[in-house]
């Protein structure tokens, strides 16, 4: 099944939703339909947004890692405090926070730089 348009795309949610209540669990229907709505919403851009801003970027790794700040402030090794004045705005990146977020989250140094 493709869906090609984005009527069909409505369409196809509102049955999703249908075969969610009144299908029994396991059919196959709610599978195939599933993967036809994911692929359109791919093709279509409807992908998950990556924030622009490097403390957006950081509130997302610490809601994915189940991490408060307090416990983000320990995997990058540096003081609560510290870590809570950068995502407050009263400080900014240091060379020694980019390396740490480089390093540890995987975060693009490119994309540090840029919202440095």
């Known amino acids: 099944m493709t869906i ?11 049955e999703l ?3 969610i209540t009144t ?10 339909l599933a993967e036809a709505i994911d692929d359109y919403e791919i093709r279509a851009g409807h992908g998950p947004v990556r924030p622009d801003t490097l403390i957006g970027r950081l509130e997302i790794e610490m ?3 189940q991490l408060n700040r ?3 402030a320990e995997l990058l ?9 950068f995502l407050n705005g009263k400080t900014s990146v240091t060379m020694s926070l980019a390396k740490k977020l480089y390093k540890t989250l995987d ?5 540090i ?3 440095a």
Not at 77 to 85: E, K, L, M, T, Y
Not at 107 to 111: G, L
């Open 4 to 14: 090609r348009t984005a009527t069909e795309y409505q369409a196809a949610l509102l």
């Open 17 to 19: 939703k249908r075969l």
């Open 77 to 85: 090794g540096i003081p609560a405090s510290r870590f809570s004045d």
């Open 23 to 32: 299908a029994p669990e396991g059919d196959s229907a709610i599978t195939t």
């Open 107 to 111: 975060i693009p140094a490119d994309f």
């Open 70 to 72: 307090k416990q983000m």
């Open 113 to 115: 730089l840029a919202a």
């Open 63 to 65: 809601f994915n890692r």
